[in-house]
Structures are given as C-alpha cells and as structure tokens.
C-alpha cells in the first residue's frame, strides 16, 4: 500500500533544513508520497526510517542520470500513464548516432554538427540531448570514446556489442558517466558487470518482455543499478504495445523488473519514416529514441512534439503582459497588440523579426488563451485592451497614434478609437506569416 505524505513526514529529521532542495520537511514528504522524489533525497534520515520506508516510497520508475554536470540528462521518475492526469516530468532525449565507419576528422564533423543542433521554439531551446558513438567497429574504442567525449556538449552513449571494446570505451570516458547501450541475452553478464564496476547507467534489451524482464533481473543480481529498458523498433505496433504494457507494469502494478525508463533505436529507409516514428515514440513512453539521421528538416519535427507533449497541460503557456521591443524601435515604429498565449506572442514576435520592421508588441493578458479563445471566453475586450495600452503608457514611446489591431478582431477598431487617444486603427493580418509582407509596405508608405 502507497504511504501517505504524513506517514512519510512521521519519519523525517523535521528540521526543514532545505537540503533536499525543498521547503519544508513537509513538502518533501508530499512529493515522496506522489512518487515525483525519492527517499533517498533527504541527506538526513536515519538508517532505521529509511529501511522502513524505502520499499514503499520508492518511486514506480527510477530516475536514471546520463553525462555530468550542467550538461546532464536525467530521465525516468514518471508518475502517470497519461499526460492529462497530471505532467510528464522529463522530456524525451533525441540521440544522433555516430557510425563506426566515419573517419576521426568526420566524426568531430558531426559531433560538433549536433553540439549545433538547438533552437529556439516559442521561447524555449530545443535541442538534440546525445552523441551516440559506435565503438564495435573501430581499431582503438578508447580513442573513439574519447574524442567523442571531449568535443561533444550533451551526454555520450557508448553504442556496442563486444564487451572488450566497450570495457576500453567506458573505462577512457568513465568520469563522464556515458550510457551503455547495450546488454542482450548474449554479453547480459559481462556487460552487467562492466555497469556495475563502472557505476555507468546500462541499457537492456530483450526479444520480447518475458527476456527483458529476466535480462533486468540478472543485470541487478551482477550489481547494476541504473538500467534502462531498451526496445528494438522492426515492428511499429510491437514497440508501442512493449512500451505501454512495461510503463503500465511498472506504474500501476509497481512490477520492479520494468521499473525504468525507456528507449528506442530506430533504423528506417528513408530517413522522412524515422522522424515519424521519433515523434510517435516520443510521444508514447520513450525517454531517449536514438536516430541515424542528423538534418535540422529530420530532427525539429520530433523535437516539436517532445515539447508540445511534455508542456504541462495544468499550467497556462504565457508570457508577462508587457510592451516588447522587436528590433532597434524608434519614436515612428509600429504599435500592435497581441495576447500573452506563448504560442500566440512568440509566432507574431518572430514574424515581426523577420520583417525587418522595428515595432513594439502590447501584450494583453488572457490567461494564456489565444486572440479567439479569448475573445470567445470574454477574456479581452476592446475596452481591455485601451486600458493596458495605457497601463503600459505606449503613446510615450512614439509619435504616431496609429495601433495596428489583430485581423480576428476587426470589432475592436470603432470602440478604440472611440474611447482612446488612437486616432487610427489600422486591422491586420488575420495570420502571423502575413505579418513580414504587412508591415514593409506599411513601412514603404
């Protein structure tokens, strides 16, 4: 049976030392008890409590650590099935493999090409999260390892079958906790033993979850500790049944075998089907899908829906309701409103920056809902919107009194002008992209 957070708070120090990064003794009793911490992260408990409680507190799917640093990567410790029932906590890492066959001066090619491979989405970088590195192939694994490590700006994982080579892999690049990747029926123990003697996290793979769970339990009884479960992707509706029926074990049956994050290899032809299946997989439970592609047009359409899915639905998406300045503005540039939706402000600032037409952008808060949500839900009004231009005194930014409105709300353009000192309300696009075409003819005129 789960133990409740008071259960928990009985066998605390009490002292809200906050060296558990948390408040009070309380609060992290409460997130113990919601399987979001484990026990283990209060530095202070005694031996007694914690043998008491650990079994019962400990969380459904342990949290797994890859690389060092401000450039680790942290996945597992989720809570739910479904992303409505509460969040998902960690985000999905895109690895990008590195072959064998490329040459030094090619690898440290594409090394530093993913250390590139991040941009900026309504707000928020995305980014590739792994330098996978095959090390089977070549004469001297070690050497591999290590100029993969040295140049590479996210956490490496160690590709491999042959356990002399991944021993010498993982023994050169050890300090920077790469993943093993990976264990099978055939090397179970040597790769095993090799996680265990090197403290390194290990990825497991069976041919179906009746070996899996038998693999997981023979790496353990070796003395691994930090394991992954590793899922082979030849068949689209095998890989998502496993993926499901192990979160499911592992979540609602607390069944231990399965209780790990996820991965997948892809290997498809051509490369257009593994951005699909990156993104289904990423979508459904895997916490790392590994990929052979490396092309900005392959990688931004998973790494899309890794951020889409793991923006938490509890929260509204916003940005502060204040006047922005896009560009080098000046006393004639342009005034336009838009809501604080993230989603809404950040494709209309971007569109605004792209026409290379300085202008200010009032923000009106709508509780994070976009301009015809929020009109719909009576969230802004045109008399709203005269009040925050006046809350955020816009007219002493520039000379002009003319406010360029949303093309959506067109009924706002009489009231404005009825009831405030903007004299003329020019109405806009209906769509961000016409924005750039917008407003260089207004600036031509």
Not at 246 to 274: D, N, S
């Amino acid at each position: 049976m789960a133990l409740t957070g008071m259960q928990i708070y009985k066998n605390l120090p009490k002292t809200n030392c906050k060296d558990c990064g948390l408040p009070t003794c309380m609060a992290f009793a409460m997130q113990v008890a919601a399987k979001q911490r484990a026990l283990s992260d209060c530095p202070h408990i005694s031996e007694e409590a914690s043998e008491s409680l650990a079994e019962a507190s400990a969380p459904p799917m342990k949290l797994i650590k890859i690389g060092i640093g401000e450039n680790s990567y942290e996945i597992g410790q989720e809570t739910v099935m479904f992303r409505h029932e509460e969040k998902f906590h960690r985000r999905t890492g895109i690895a990008v493999r590195i072959p064998s066959s490329l040459s030094d001066e090619e690898a440290t090619a594409l090394v530093e090409k993913i250390n590139k491979s991040a941009w900026v989405r309504v707000g928020d970088t995305i980014k590739v999260s792994f330098s996978a590195v095959e090390v089977d192939g070549v004469d001297d694994p070690g050497k591999r390892a290590k100029l993969v490590a040295e140049n590479s700006k996210v956490p490496v994982i160690l590709i491999g079958r042959d356990a002399g080579k991944m021993k010498s892999a993982a023994e050169t690049i050890k300090h920077k906790n790469p993943l093993l990747y990976r264990a099978e029926s055939s090397n179970i123990d040597t790769m095993a033993e090799l996680s265990a003697s090197t403290k390194l996290p290990l990825a497991v793979g069976g041919s179906n979850l009746e070996e899996l769970a038998d693999l997981t339990n023979k790496a353990r009884e070796k003395g691994a500790e930090n394991l992954i479960l590793s899922f082979k992707t030849d068949n689209l509706g095998d890989t998502l049944r496993s993926l499901t029926i192990a979160r499911r074990a592992a979540l609602r049956q607390r069944f231990r075998e399965f209780g790990y994050p996820a991965m997948t290899e892809i290997t498809a032809e051509p490369l257009e089907e593994e951005t699909v299946l990156g993104a289904i997989y990423a979508a459904k439970y895997s916490a790392i899908v590994l990929i052979n592609g490396s092309e900005p047009w392959e990688i931004l359409p998973i790494l899309t829906t890794i951020q889409d899915v793991y923006t938490n639905p509890q929260v509204p998406n916003t940005v502060e309701a204040k006047l922005y300045e896009i560009g080098n503005v000046a006393e004639n540039s342009p005034v336009m409103f838009t809501t604080n939706f993230s989603l809404t402000y950040f494709s209309v600032a971007g569109e605004v920056e792209r026409s290379k037409v300085p202008a200010y952008i009032c923000v009106v808060d709508t509780e994070g809902l976009g301009v015809l949500n929020a009109y719909a839900g009576d969230k802004i009004s045109a008399e709203k919107v005269v009040k925050t231009l006046q809350e955020q005194k816009v007219v002493e930014k520039v000379k002009h009194r003319k406010l360029i409105i949303p093309g959506l709300l067109p009924i706002f353009r009489a009231e404005i002008e009825d009831t405030s000192e903007w004299e003329e309300v020019i109405i806009g696009p209906e769509n961000a992209r016409e924005i750039p075409a917008f407003l260089q003819k207004m600036a031509k005129q």
